[in-house]
């Protein structure tokens, strides 16, 4: 029979679990995690590994070959299957080792070489593809929910706003017209809060794409991406925020 304790045990490993995948994400945080978990960063590594895994067998040699075979073996005339009976039979055995040409030996040296160059520079670009792609996911959804918020703050005046009109209707300080209008007004920013609450759900989707995360919560303040005004005009070169992000990370 299982131990009232040991439901008490499970239930608080479940607990422990989800407020640890609940854990809100800072920017630093959601990069962080983000280079740790993002399954194309895992598969480009698995690539670079095998390049350099496949570079020692490039230049080596073949396996040496094992040889056993049975010469001048009798099998007709009065020695039929007697070998040892005549002197022509013997038993052969030996070992033999195949030698490419060296130039192709080094040629697929420099090839395995260039495959390494190529997997570690596919690892670096994806990389940043993944710090990008986690920074502006993470930013999108903070200003989402600043935006969701901000609406739900106006309404809920206009709510309220709206639901004493009919008695300022009734006393005469206002038309009853201005309860058509303000039930409009409710509808259209009703509207517009489903498509920002799209857009947070948008917005949290790619975050847990890039992160790993089954949930995730956003917190702390937006990153602030200083502009060199000078880069930005072309007069001392391209102004690249990839390069601030890692910075940042």
């Known amino acids: 029979m299982i131990k009232p304790a040991f439901y008490g045990a499970a239930l608080a490993v479940v607990l422990f679990a989800a407020t640890a995948q609940a854990e809100p994400l800072t920017f630093d945080a959601a990069l962080a995690r983000a280079r740790d978990n993002a399954p194309s960063l895992r598969a480009?590594?698995?690539?670079?590994?095998?390049?350099?895994?496949?570079?020692?067998?490039?230049?080596?040699?073949?396996?040496?070959?094992?040889?056993?075979?049975?010469?001048?073996?009798?099998?007709?005339g009065p020695?039929?299957?007697?070998?040892?009976?005549?002197?022509?039979?013997?038993?052969?055995?030996?070992?033999?080792?195949?030698?490419?040409?060296?130039?192709?030996?080094?040629?697929?040296?420099a090839r395995a070489d260039t495959d390494i160059t190529a997997a570690d520079a596919e690892g670096v670009a994806e990389g940043r593809t993944v710090e990008?792609?986690?920074?502006?996911?993470?930013?999108?959804?903070?200003?989402?929910e600043k935006r969701l918020a901000a609406l739900d703050a106006v309404r809920g005046r206009l709510d309220r706003l709206v639901q004493v009109t009919p008695s300022a209707v009734a006393s005469g300080s206002a038309r009853p017209a201005q309860?058509?209008?303000?039930?409009?007004?409710?509808?259209?920013?009703?509207?517009?809060?489903?498509?920002?609450a799209s857009a947070v759900?948008?917005?949290?989707?790619?975050?847990?794409?890039?992160?790993?995360?089954?949930?995730?919560?956003?917190?702390?303040?937006?990153?602030?991406?200083?502009?060199?005004?000078?880069?930005?005009?072309?007069?001392?070169?391209?102004?690249?925020?990839?390069?601030r992000l890692s910075d940042l990370a």
């Open 44 to 76: 480009k590594g698995a690539g670079a590994d095998s390049a350099r895994a496949a570079r020692g067998a490039a230049g080596a040699l073949p396996d040496p070959k094992l040889a056993i075979g049975y010469d001048s073996f009798p099998i007709s």
């Open 79 to 109: 020695l039929a299957f007697e070998p040892q009976r005549d002197n022509f039979s013997w038993v052969r055995f030996g070992v033999t080792q195949d030698i490419p040409n060296a130039a192709k030996r080094h040629a697929r040296q």
């Open 132 to 144: 990008v792609g986690t920074a502006v996911a993470w930013i999108t959804l903070a200003y989402a």
């Open 179 to 196: 309860v058509l209008a303000g039930r409009q007004s409710l509808a259209a920013l009703d509207d517009r809060r489903d498509e920002l």
């Open 201 to 243: 759900a948008r917005a949290r989707a790619d975050l847990i794409r890039w992160t790993g995360n089954s949930r995730v919560e956003i917190a702390g303040p937006v990153p602030d991406f200083s502009v060199n005004e000078a880069r930005r005009d072309g007069r001392g070169g391209v102004y690249r925020p990839r390069d």
